[in-house]
């Protein structure tokens, strides 16, 4: 069974989060819609089972809140993947969205690491979701998950499409992959741990 459920609580959140890497249901609430709706993004195209259900001081802003799930997400990611043995372990994704364009390439070595290059602005989508936090959004779960993400915007003018097609080309190459392809650790190592 490749599934996780965690349960993160601090002053300023709370989330309790489950993963199944081979499908199932799709529930998210965290209150604030644009971030519920990038999450189904990368349950759906990731063929992943999420549920999330989080609070957070959102009067402050949307900081605590997206970045903690941030960390839950990578921290169940690595706990469903195990020892990492017969994983596909390196993919890579294309994404368009009418005129945006976006690249997303993961291996799931063991050893976090985040490229974020994507030209988004200083605003805020929907309820309260702050525009910058996507890239504080992918190093979390990079750092947590033992990954490592290079994520490209390539080109875009609308701010939705340009966040909406790097969910979806992250969502792409993590289900991609954690494919099994075999029984073997993907590793010259033999492990595939930091």
Same mark, same amino acid.
């Given at each position: 069974?490749?599934?996780?459920?965690?349960?993160?609580? &601090?002053?300023? &959140?709370?989330?309790?989060?489950?993963?199944?890497?081979?499908?199932?249901?799709?529930?998210?609430?965290?209150?604030?819609?644009?971030?519920?709706?990038?999450?189904?993004?990368?349950?759906? @195209?990731?063929?992943?089972?999420?549920?999330?259900?989080?609070?957070?001081?959102?009067?402050?802003?949307? @900081?605590?809140?997206?970045?903690?799930?941030?960390?839950?997400?990578?921290?169940?990611?690595?706990?469903?993947?195990?020892?990492?043995?017969?994983?596909?372990?390196?993919?890579?994704?294309?994404?368009?969205?009418?005129?945006?364009?976006?690249?997303?390439?993961?291996?799931?070595?063991?050893?976090?690491?985040?490229?974020?290059?994507?030209?988004?602005?200083?605003?805020?989508?929907?309820?309260?979701?702050?525009?910058?936090?996507?890239?504080?959004?992918?190093? =979390?779960?990079?750092?947590?998950?033992?990954?490592?993400? @290079? =994520?490209?915007?390539?080109?875009?003018?609308?701010? @939705?499409?340009?966040?909406?097609?790097?969910?979806?080309?992250?969502?792409?190459?993590?289900?991609?992959?954690?494919?099994?392809?075999?029984?073997?650790?993907?590793?010259?190592?033999?492990?595939?741990?930091?």
């Amino acid at each position: 069974m490749r599934t996780a459920t965690l349960t993160r609580a &601090t002053t300023e &959140t709370r989330v309790k989060l489950s993963l199944s890497l081979d499908g199932g249901e799709a529930r998210i609430r965290t209150g604030l819609g644009y971030f519920d709706h990038m999450l189904m993004q990368l349950a759906r @195209h990731g063929g992943f089972g999420l549920e999330v259900e989080a609070t957070g001081d959102l009067p402050v802003d949307s @900081h605590h809140l997206v970045e903690d799930v941030g960390l839950c997400l990578g921290d169940a990611l690595k706990s469903a993947l195990g020892d990492r043995a017969g994983l596909a372990r390196f993919a890579h994704a294309y994404v368009p969205l009418d005129e945006a364009l976006a690249r997303v390439v993961v291996d799931l070595s063991g050893r976090p690491w985040c490229e974020f290059h994507a030209d988004l602005p200083p605003v805020v989508l929907g309820d309260g979701f702050q525009v910058e936090m996507v890239r504080e959004f992918f190093i =979390a779960l990079a750092m947590r998950g033992g990954l490592a993400v @290079h =994520a490209d915007l390539i080109r875009g003018v609308n701010t @939705h499409h340009k966040v909406e097609a790097l969910f979806k080309a992250l969502a792409k190459a993590l289900h991609q992959a954690t494919r099994l392809e075999g029984a073997e650790v993907p590793s010259t190592k033999g492990t595939l741990s930091a």
